[in-house]
């Protein structure tokens, strides 16, 4: 089994910038992608970022490309996202992600709250 432990969410206005950090630990072989989520009130939860671990490779979501940068640290099993430029609309529950590519599984860490007032 994996768990994902998320830290840095928070309360910012718009403009200002946080940054969120999700570490995985357990079963942790052959991570393939890591990553996070967002899902506000009301709606589906979306893809923000998401970096493969063997190239570092990103892929971002259109709304918050050239704002938001993923980074990960493979010693530690700990995926960083940078937010700048924060808008009300980025207000959501954030959810990090992982897919294991040995078992085919993907996990999800609880979600930290990012709030972003106007």
């Known amino acids: 089994q994996v768990q994902l432990v998320e830290s840095g969410g928070g309360l910012v206005q718009a403009g200002g910038s946080l940054s969120l950090s999700c570490a995985a630990s357990?079963?942790?072989?052959?991570?393939?992608?890591m990553g996070w989520h967002r899902q506000a009130p009301g709606r589906q939860r979306e893809l923000v970022a998401t970096i493969r671990t063997t190239d570092g490779s990103p892929n971002y979501a259109g709304s918050v490309k050239g704002r938001f940068t993923i980074s990960r640290d493979n010693a530690k099993n700990t995926v960083y996202l940078q937010m700048n430029s924060l808008k009300p609309e980025d207000t959501a529950v954030y959810h990090c992600y992982l897919y294991s590519a040995d078992v085919g599984a993907e996990y999800w860490g609880e979600g930290t709250l990012v709030t972003v007032s106007s």
């Open positions: 357990g079963r942790v072989n052959s991570i393939a992608v």
